[in-house]
């Protein structure tokens, strides 16, 4: 049996990712602090409670679980902040993704999966967007993650490394049997914010803008189902334990939902009514982002099945259900 080590297993991308890689057979272990992690999303695996700036706790974990894969998931990822408080986010995300490698260095490890983002590209010139888009992101979070990938870079000419980084575009939706989905304190996402405007008369969902040069005037994004990402993460640990090339890949549709149309959506899948306010835009959005994810259907055979918007609504409104139980 291999082993895929997962930091970051108790997030919300990351957990979906350890039930994509136990149902292939895979022997998962997490490593999280649990700072933004849940303990209770860590069901596919062993936890193992540590913090990426330990470099110390970092080589324990890498030379006790010896694994054939790292899949790199913890990072911080709330844009507005990474503007206020950038240390957090070169620290944790740059510095700790580098304790990782140099542990994996050590431990004899150079098979390296990692959560990369869309917005290592910053204001698109061109869309669909290539992996070989000129790379020049807005904001210290898509510089944090960008970093990673120039160390990885690196690391494979220097150490021989292989790796996948796997940049999202807009991670959405929730495990359709339940068992896992998003949970983010605050909340800024679209989905979920939508999804609470629908169902609370104290909150009311606002519309970002809706001057922008789209169809309906409002941004355009490419919303993945995160089993989607699940299933593009167990087909890199696939393509790299098979001693393929690897290198960055897009995950996206390669098609755009407006804000509206989640909107409506919402109250199409749901039945609920969502009023909505129109405000100013938000700093820092780009009109349109979508990805061409030719790269990951030819090299890694990825085709996603679960993203029409229907299907991340209606899974992202059943956890939300689920976790107003949990909530009481
Ligand atoms: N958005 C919005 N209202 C909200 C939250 C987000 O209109 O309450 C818009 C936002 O301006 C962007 C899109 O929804 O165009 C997706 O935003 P999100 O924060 O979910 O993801 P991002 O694209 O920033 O990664």
Redesign the pocket.
Known sequence: MQTILVTGGAGYVGSHCCKAFARAGYRVVVYDNLYRGWRDLVKWGDLIEGDLLDADAVGRAVAAVKPDVVAHFAALTY?GESVSDPGQYYANNSLGAFNVLEAMRANGCSKFIFSSTAATYGVPKQVPIPEDHPQWPINPYGWSKLMVERMLADYATAYGFTFAALRYF?AAGADPDGEAGERHEPE????P?AIEGSLRDDYR?????DDFDTRDG??V?DYVHVTDLGEAHRLAAEHLLAGGAGGFFNLGTGEGAT?KEIADAIERVTGRKLPRTIGPR?AG?PPV?IASNTRAREILGWTPTHSSIDEIVATANAWRLKEGERRG
């Open positions: 844009v807009n800024t996402h679209v989905i914010l969902f606002t519309i970002f803008g409002t941004c994004r804000v938000r959005d982002l």
